[in-house]
């Protein structure tokens, strides 16, 4: 679950420019090869997840990145395990993907843009009533709570 908001939070804003994190790093760090053609296909998953996640777009968008993908059963001892084979510059992007479908089944409407118009993170609630709403209660809620605050007041 932390690649994929780590993955839906590498387009941060910065000073007001959008930055782009995605790099040969950030795939080296989880467990890619950082090839282009790696880093092309996370650009893609990433930009679909985000619109995805936001409610602009249908799962349906997903569809492309499972191109090649199969889904193979393992038998043994402890039971029956499903393991996804796909081409090695995909796995990344396969996985996000993955994750994703799993957390909107475990944990649905967990997964949210952050409520401040300003900020292109993304969040995971996992408190107890659901109601985060920032991807930081220091930097964005602390914004929003001080912009409010002065509306009132002026």
Known sequence: MDALLD???SRPLVNGEEQDALDRQWALEHGGDGSVAELELLRQARDLLRDVVRGDSSPVVLRPLFDGVRQVPEV???GLRWSVETLPHARLAVEA???WDALEKDL???LRACANDECQLF?????RAN???W???AACGNREKARRH???NH
């Open 7 to 9: 993955l839906l939070n």
């Open 76 to 78: 043994s001892a402890d």
């Open 97 to 99: 993907v993955l994750a």
């Open 108 to 110: 649905p409407g967990r």
């Open 123 to 127: 969040l995971l609630d996992r408190s």
């Open 131 to 133: 109601r985060a709403r």
């Open 135 to 137: 991807c930081s209660m």
């Open 150 to 152: 002065y509306h009132r």
